[in-house]
């Protein structure tokens, strides 16, 4: 039996006295396109940190490719293939567009520790750059300062760091929040055109996005996982209608 | 690089080149003192420029590695072929030890890296019998390697200039890195580059390491300009000066320090000569340049994490993308 | 015997370590300002103190001048200068050790490179018999006790009045009680003054047994900077135990090991902060 890309059982987060996250026990299959949707201070957010290891959960188990890593400290979860996105962009903001790539890039490989030959010297790294940025649209802004970017650019920027590591799993926080209609869209065929092998999480709060890119949609509400379905089983389903009244 | 800059450059050689003769021992020892504090300024500017770290310790580096090359030379009789390395190696075992202040972040980090270079110091002065307490070690000799002796103050004028310029080409190999990229990239965002895969704790930890094996290599070059060592040059103000001469020059640039420690130097020496009072100057001078100049000659100081100023950059990103 | 007499040298050194670094700890915790030239204060208070006990031959008069002089100097530099630095610790470092360094040389100037004592009053002179065979000198014993009622003053202060509770409610969260309306800016200042008097205030009581001269400033500093690692940035709890053991290690070290005292004292501090880097009571912020 193939194991998961990523399982968690019976994960609790709180915080004093607030519980973030409450026994949620989830399994997404590998390739598997899974969103979570839940209204504001659901735990969803919450619930990546745990995973990709910003926070430690308080109780509960998770399981990246049959790993168990509930205590794994965070980078060495991306070495086995963990990929993430903010909500509120975290790129690197006194950098070049071209340099916060490169970050990428040699994140998981060891030139990181290369400390006697310049960077421009690694011609490997500089295509497989250029090939990232080209995939979000970016290549023409490569040499520019992050803080010259718009906010559009700096969420396709906030994706690109993350494909470029090239994950195995992939999470999404919010990857279109904020952005314009055209923004969104070229954002969605980007992730839509990711290759099968790899698994995406997505939280996502625009239900058009949610509903045509999710396999499978978890529904988180007060940190409790509520329900979970296929897109139209979600789309009918009462209690979630009344839990994001107005939104669907 | 434009044909201006490469005159500038040619012009610059030529009157470092001819300066003891041109304008003198004063002047000469001058130029020194800048090329030696700006090697220690630039030590500090590898933590504070590229990595985001305050660190105000280094003044430990720089005197436990001077301390060290005088002991075995005054004391024990070893050549410079020994006492030399030995220097360097002595700083570098305290900032492996020092090093592990990294596990602190923010204000409480600035404070530990005060607290530890207050320790070396006190070890200076206190521990007497060995480190001649605030008498210092004097008589330390000119550098002599096999055939090559230093025979004066000018002839260790050029060695100086060459060991500094092979120091600054080696920093510059090592800031264009992809370990100095890594930790510009810690220095923006600790968050993003735990999630990219970085062992921040220990880039850190090698970035102080390497910064006070500078600091160290730094201390070896004073002794043998100063030829005297005593606890003052480990005490607490000349790491602020340091850290002063990077932000007066501008952060996380090559040239920066060394302009913060001539502007530094050539100030202090003006206003010494003229009054007592220079620690007020000193003093007026910090004040002056946090709340007036912050973006000093060559940089910006905006934030506790600066960022660097690399005109190849600007000029890129004013064309058209 | 010696044991006896080096413990009560540590607490009457903590109890001097407190009156400066509790303060100095408090402006962190609410202002997040970190003062640089908290040491020149003392300093400059005791001095202050010094001329004022020169001029009226009256200690408590000092105490007073030391105190309130600071407390004004504080005023002038703080919303000319130290307010201009927002929470940027590297600038406030820089721009206080400058302070530090223009007090300090001002000071030079004024009264000298000797290292002087501040006279104090007839009664404090003299040994004080704590038991039988253990003298002790009257003056420490006294600033004993007066590091002790201070503690407690600032103590019930802190835990039992509302003033206590807005200090201790700033200290965790500024911007909640912003929010809830009360003049935080005044917080801030009763906060500062409190801390500049008593910067002021030790000066004149340490000037009495440790001397004043330059680089005294620092050496002090240097304590109270320990005090607050180990005993956490903002905590009052924390400067209280802190400069206990802070006191207590540097009596010890300088009987037992004198080569070796800062090393004795930043040693445990280093090993703390291997596994709290907070200290013992401060919070991650």
């Known amino acids: 039996m193939e194991s998961h890309a990523v399982e968690i059982t019976e994960l609790t987060k709180t915080f004093g006295g607030v519980h973030a996250v409450e026994k949620v026990s989830l399994q997404v299959p590998i390739g598997q396109r899974r969103v979570l949707i839940g209204p504001n201070g659901a735990g969803k957010t919450t619930l990546f940190n745990c995973v990709t290891g910003s926070l430690p959960p308080t109780s509960g188990r998770i399981f990246l490719f049959g790993k168990e890593v509930t205590h794994l400290a965070e980078h060495l979860r991306t070495a086995m293939g963990l990929g993430r996105t903010y909500q509120i962009t975290n790129v690197f903001p006194d950098l070049t567009v071209l340099e916060n790539i490169i970050l990428s890039i040699q994140g998981t490989t060891r030139k990181k520790w290369v400390l006697h030959r310049p960077v421009k010297s690694f011609p490997e790294i500089l295509d497989r750059a250029a090939a990232e940025l080209e995939r979000v649209g970016l290549k023409h802004r490569q040499a520019d300062s992050v803080h010259l970017l718009s906010y559009g650019e700096r969420r396709q920027l906030e994706l690109a760091l993350a494909l470029a590591s090239r994950p195995r799993a992939l999470f999404l926080d919010e990857p279109c929040s904020g952005l314009s209609p055209s923004e969104r869209q070229r954002i969605f065929n980007i992730i839509t055109q990711l290759p099968r092998d790899i698994t995406i999480v997505c939280i996502e709060h625009d239900m058009q996005v949610a509903l045509g890119l999710a396999d499978q949609v978890s529904v988180l509400h007060r940190g409790r996982l509520i329900l979970e379905g296929t897109p139209d089983e979600v789309k009918l389903n009462p209690e979630v209608r009344e839990v994001y009244l107005g939104k669907v | 690089m434009a044909t201006r800059n490469l005159i500038l450059l040619l012009a610059g050689v030529v009157f470092a080149l001819f300066a003891p003769q041109l304008l003198g021992a004063f002047w000469a020892s001058l130029i020194m003192q800048i090329l030696i504090f700006g090697v220690l300024a630039l030590s500090v500017d590898l933590l504070l420029g590229h990595t985001g770290m305050f660190s105000l310790c280094h003044a ?262 | 015997m010696n044991w006896a007499i080096q413990t009560l040298n540590g607490i009457s050194m903590g109890a001097l370590l407190f009156l400066l670094s509790s303060g100095f700890t408090l402006t962190f915790g609410l202002a997040r300002v970190v003062n640089m030239a908290h040491g020149a204060l003392y300093l400059l208070g005791g001095y202050l103190g010094l001329s004022m006990v020169l001029a009226t031959k009256n200690f408590w008069l000092a105490l007073l001048a030391g105190g309130f002089g600071i407390v004004i100097l504080y005023y002038f530099l703080d919303r000319f200068l130290i307010r201009r630095t927002g929470e940027n610790h590297l600038s406030q470092v820089l721009l206080t050790v400058g302070i530090a360094f223009v007090i300090a040389d001002i000071a030079l100037l004024i009264w000298g490179g000797d290292a002087r004592r501040l006279p104090a009053p007839a009664f404090t002179q003299g040994p004080i018999q704590l038991a039988a065979g253990l003298y002790y000198p009257r003056y420490r014993f006294l600033l004993i006790l007066f590091g002790v009622i201070v503690g407690v003053f600032l103590w019930i202060i802190y835990k039992k009045t509302q003033i206590g509770a807005l200090v201790r409610a700033g200290v965790d969260d500024r911007e909640m009680v912003s929010a809830m309306g009360i003049n935080i800016n005044r917080l801030f200042a009763l906060v500062f003054a409190l801390a500049a008097f008593l910067a002021g205030l030790s000066g004149v009581a340490g000037g009495a047994f440790l001397t004043l001269y330059p680089g005294a400033e620092w050496e002090i500093l240097v304590l109270a900077l320990v005090v607050v690692i180990v005993g956490g940035l903002g905590s009052l709890g924390g400067a209280m135990v802190g400069s206990l053991v802070v006191g207590l290690i540097d009596a010890y070290g300088r009987w037992l090991l004198p080569e070796f005292s800062y090393f004795v004292i930043f040693g445990p501090m280093a090993v703390l902060l291997l596994f709290r880097p907070t200290g013992l009571f401060g919070r991650k912020n």
């Open chain 2, 60 to 321: 430990a580096f720089f005197a436990v590695a001077a301390y060290t090359t005088a002991i075995l030379q005054v004391r024990y009789g070893q050549p410079t072929i020994l006492a030399a390395p030995a220097g360097i190696l002595v700083g570098c075992l305290l900032s492996l030890i020092y090093g592990l202040a990294v596990r602190t972040s923010g204000v409480y980090f600035i404070l530990v890296t005060i607290a530890m270079g207050y320790i070396l110091w006190g070890v200076a002065v206190r521990w007497g019998s060995f480190t001649g307490g605030d008498n210092g070690i004097g008589n330390v000799p000119f550098p002599a390697i096999g055939p090559l002796k230093v025979t004066s103050l000018t002839a260790y004028y050029y060695i100086l200039w060459i060991l500094v310029g092979l120091g600054v080409l080696g920093y510059r190999l090592l800031i264009q890195s992809p370990f100095g990229l890594t930790l510009r990239g810690i220095r923006d965002s600790e968050s993003r580059m735990r999630a990219l895969g970085y062992n921040v704790g220990r880039h850190k930890y090698a970035a102080f390491v390497l910064s006070g094996c500078i600091a160290s290599f730094a201390g070896v070059l004073y002794i043998y300009f100063n030829r005297f060592i005593s606890p003052a040059t480990a005490a607490f103000p000349i790491s602020v000066e340091a850290a002063l001469m990077v932000i007066i020059g501008g952060v996380g640039t090559i040239l920066g320090p060394f302009i913060g420690s001539a502007v530094f130097l050539i100030m202090r020496n003006y206003v010494s000569a003229y009054m007592d009072q220079w620690m007020t100057i000193t003093g007026l001078v910090f004040i002056a340049t946090v709340l007036w100049a912050p973006n000093g000659f060559l940089g910006l100081l905006k934030k506790y994490r600066t960022r660097p100023q690399d005109p190849k950059h600007r000029a890129e990103a004013g064309k058209t993308g």
